[in-house]
């Protein structure tokens, strides 16, 4: 007696020992969706067609545990429905970042990429050097007389269409190397008439070759810096 005592202690630990070992780590979560729920009824088993049971009674436990079941269902699908909208939210959030990530990385390779074709950047002294070639220039001693105030104007400048402008300039650059300056109201009327003569040359563009173009306009800069310190409008 003693040793089937001694034998199922044995067994009973050897079967608790073996209970007691370490389980595999359970995988990550992932959404339940339940099965599809078997009607019971038509299915074509039991007495009546009532899913197997023999009695009224049990039909009517049959009903109920069914009806257990699918509410069962429903909270478990809508569980799963949860999981799922917020692992769709988090989708997206994501593709959202690396859209935004890759734009940000195409302009900045864009913008570098026109950086390089542009050439390196221009120096303070070189942007001052070109603003002073670009800076409107006075009369030279070749294009107005200092003593007379008479004008050398260029060949598209002696047109006839430009005469009665010439001639008002004229007469204001005489008093202007009399005085060494125009009063406010002769440097108005100056103005007025270099910008009309710019403006008459704006329109024969197309029927003046591009050398005569550029240097009529600039010596029209240079008279109205001459006259009223300030630039064609």
């Not at 339940?34 to 049959?62: E, L, R």
């Amino acid at each position: 007696m003693r040793r089937l005592i001694s034998g199922l202690a044995l067994l009973t630990i050897t079967c608790t020992a073996l209970g007691q070992q370490q389980q595999p780590a359970s995988p990550g979560y992932e959404p339940a969706v339940p099965a599809p729920s078997v009607n019971a009824y038509g299915g074509g088993y039991g007495y009546g067609g009532y899913g197997g049971a023999t009695t009224a009674a049990g039909s009517s436990m049959n009903g109920m545990a069914n009806v257990i079941s699918s509410k069962g269902d429903y909270n478990l699908s809508t569980s799963a429905a949860a999981v799922n909208m917020t692992q769709a939210e988090k989708q997206e959030i994501e593709n959202r970042q690396l859209y935004t990530d890759t734009y940000f990385e195409m302009r900045e390779t864009n913008k570098a990429a026109r950086e390089n074709e542009r050439g390196p950047k221009l120096t303070a002294e070189q942007l001052a050097r070109i603003a002073h070639e670009k800076a409107p220039k006075p009369l030279s001693p070749g294009e107005m007389d200092a003593v007379s105030g008479h004008l050398n104007w260029p060949p598209a400048l002696q047109q006839d269409s430009y005469a009665l402008e010439r001639a008002q300039v004229e007469r204001l650059f005489a008093s202007y190397a009399r005085l060494g300056a125009l009063n406010y109201s002769d440097r108005t009327k100056a103005r007025d008439l270099i910008n009309g003569m710019n403006q008459e040359l704006k329109d024969q563009v197309r029927d003046i070759p591009a050398p005569d173009y550029t240097e009529s306009k600039n010596f029209l800069k240079s008279l109205m810096y001459t006259t009223c310190k300030c630039q064609l409008s």
